[in-house]
């Protein structure tokens, strides 16, 4: 009896050992370095490659979430200390930072082809343009995006409203930078921001509060494809602002009238974003006001910028909202619908009728090429290996936005400090943070123009993630590089 109570114990001891063993999850505090050689525009770099772990911490020190990241580190150099720092985020909120990491600024990128659709075998190779020649860089995954993930107690569970929101994500993330910058040895380093979509509300409200809470101060901050970063556009600025994406994508499907179609993309959108301004702006917000003469001619000129019949707009009240466009512009050529971040991809819904698309087309071509390689890529390339999910999407909801001031946040962030520069980077093609409405914010957030001298605005012929396109992919990291040197003070004071 003894013998077989004995046996007992050993099997319910070895069974709960199995299962322990078998629960997956992220350790807190880990890196892994690997060192790699590469060519950027024709050079050689040596660089190494850490993926980390690090902790957020409750007051009382303790863990309660770990942010997972991978750090760039350019290794031929002098004096590692004093080159600029790249610290980059992707949006959502809720992706991964994978986005930008594997085809935009990173040393390595997705196979992929000149215009960014996927194509097989999946993985990677490097990347000749990548801005780790003038900058380190590393990039960072909010919680519940990548690896990173909140580290709950067996006995009590972590609140999961003080990382979900526009001012929480701010406010975490800006102590977690301090800790990663004191830890690399970083501070006497020119530092830099980079935020793609929700990433741009979130890097313009980290701007002020590194400034503010952790006496961090910047050269530049990057905003690519931004949002709308707290400030309002609603009502008939809402509307209007829409026409000149509308055209580009428009003439991107050659969609518009032949002395229109004939011209430039630039050229034409420079007629059109005069005619928003001055005409369709003022008329839309007439409302009922409006004459029938008038609102017949504002018709007719917004059908031959859009491609959309002057019937239907008329139909509309000169109200075409996004969806419907995405439906309608090639409903009777070939009855396909157009992408929303990039309106350069055609998607087949069920049926060509409707008020909207089934899916968005370029999210499934893009998470096609990027799910494969990025996992491949950790595992094989960098050597982080674990059994916990990737997340491209994590769950960050419900997500707090209220008290969104992060567009002014940047303001006088930029006010207070003479150094910040700012630089946006914007699609023509992307529909769900277009370009016209990138512009129409910047002019908004500084409306005295006092700040404008350190304000630059660059537009490039693809979609939300125009550096899918090679050329675009290309010319945006220059554009980077040359950010960086002009926002280089030398030995010039921040004083004005």
């Not at 009240?317 to 050529?333: E, V």
């Not at 674990?386 to 491209?392: C, E, Q, R, S, W």
């Not at 993630?465 to 926002?487: C, P, V, W």
Request: a neutral charge.
């Amino acid at each position: 009896m003894k013998k077989h109570l004995l046996l007992s114990i050993f099997f319910v001891c070895l069974t709960t050992l199995c299962l322990k063993a078998q629960v997956r999850k992220i350790p807190s505090d880990t890196t892994v370095t690997t060192s790699h050689e590469t060519t950027i525009l024709g050079k050689k770099v040596s660089y190494t490659a850490t993926v980390g772990m690090q902790p957020v911490w409750a007051e009382d020190g303790t863990p309660i979430a770990t942010l997972n990241y991978t750090y760039y580190k350019r290794t031929d150099v002098s004096d590692a200390s004093k080159r600029p720092l790249i610290m980059s985020f992707n949006g959502g909120p809720g992706s991964g930072s994978v986005w930008m990491h594997l085809a935009y600024t990173g040393p390595n990128m997705l196979n992929i082809d000149n215009e960014g659709y996927p194509v097989q075998p999946y993985g990677y190779s490097s990347n000749p343009y990548s801005i780790l020649d003038v900058a380190d860089i590393v990039f960072i995954n909010p919680v519940n995006t990548g690896y990173s993930r909140i580290i709950d107690k067996d006995d009590k569970k972590v609140d999961r409203s003080q990382f979900f929101g526009v001012n929480q994500d701010i406010n975490y993330l800006a102590q977690w930078l301090n800790t990663f910058v004191t830890r690399n040895n970083r501070w006497t380093s020119p530092k830099y921001l980079i935020g793609e979509s929700y990433g741009t509300t979130r890097v313009s409200g980290l701007a002020l509060a590194l400034q503010e809470n952790e006496w961090m101060y910047l050269n530049g901050v990057i905003l690519v494809s931004p949002t709308d970063l707290g400030i309002s556009r609603d009502g008939a600025v809402d509307v209007a602002n829409r026409l000149p994406y509308f055209a580009a994508a428009a003439w991107y499907h050659k969609a518009l009238p032949a002395n229109l179609q004939s011209k430039s993309l630039t050229d034409l959108l420079n007629e059109v974003e005069k005619y928003t301004i001055d005409v369709e702006l003022p008329a839309i917000a007439k409302g009922s006001a409006i004459s029938n003469e008038d609102k017949q001619a504002v018709a007719e000129k917004m059908s031959e910028f859009s491609g959309i019949s002057k019937e239907t707009i008329l139909d509309h009240n000169l109200d075409i909202s996004y969806n419907f466009f995405w439906k309608d512009l090639l409903r009777k050529k070939g009855g396909y619908t157009i992408g929303r971040l990039d309106s350069r991809y055609r998607g087949i819904d069920a049926e060509i009728a409707g008020e909207r698309p089934d899916y968005n087309a370029e999210l499934t071509s893009w998470l096609h090429s990027f799910t494969p390689a990025i996992n491949a890529y950790m595992r094989d390339f960098l050597k982080f290996k674990t059994d916990v999910k990737y997340n491209m999407f994590g769950n960050v909801y419900p997500w707090d936005n209220t008290r969104n001031h992060t567009g002014e946040n940047l303001r006088e962030a930029m006010a207070t400090n003479p150094y910040l520069h700012l630089m946006v980077q914007s699609g023509y093609f992307d529909g769900a943070c277009t370009y016209f409405n990138a512009k129409y914010t910047m002019w908004q957030m500084d409306k005295s123009g006092r700040l404008k001298d350190r304000m630059s605005w660059k537009g490039y012929e693809s979609g939300h993630m125009m550096y899918l396109r090679h050329e675009d992919l290309k010319q945006a990291n220059q554009d980077i590089r040359d950010f960086i040197k002009a926002s280089n003070p030398g030995d010039k004071p921040a004083k004005y």
